[in-house]
């Protein structure tokens, strides 16, 4: 292998509902933290995923990583699972979590971090609008 890291990107997109709340916090509270966010019948969006893989360049491949392995891969552990769902209530990953932006990036990154080698390092973009978005892990 090349001594020489490089990072590789693939980028993917889903649309998904959620709210925002948090079942301990009175009604009051749930609306004054969260706003528009906590909207009862939820509300939904077109999330962008940038998913960072880096590592050494395989000398007989040329590849850090395959990108349709890559590709299949997030197909498979993300969108065929969060795309057009509602996480609140169609996923289990979110059934005791609240589907921010932070938490939903942190579980793309336990679900596809456990699919990968060991050598490769992994981080997310997590755009939830054009100009709100989240990455993790924080380096």
């Not at 090349?2 to 009051?28: C, G, M, Q, T, Y």
């Not at 990108?67 to 169609?90: A, G, P, V």
């Amino acid at each position: 292998m090349s001594s020489k890291r490089v990072a590789v990107f693939r980028k993917e997109h889903f649309n998904a509902a959620h709210r925002l709340n948090n079942p301990n916090w009175s009604e009051e509270k749930n609306e004054r933290v969260y706003g528009k966010c906590n909207n009862y019948n939820f509300h939904g969006h077109n999330y962008d995923l940038v998913v960072q893989v880096i590592g050494k360049i395989d000398p007989e491949s040329g590849y850090v990583m395959d990108m349709k392995l890559l590709s299949d891969l997030i197909k498979e552990e993300i969108l065929d699972k969060f795309d057009h769902k509602n996480l609140n209530l169609d996923t289990e990953e979110f059934k005791d979590i609240n589907p921010s932006a932070e938490n939903i990036a942190i579980v793309i990154y336990e679900k596809l971090r456990a699919k990968l080698p060991d050598y490769l390092d992994l981080r997310i973009r997590l755009y939830e609008t054009e100009r709100n978005f989240v990455e993790y892990p924080v380096i």
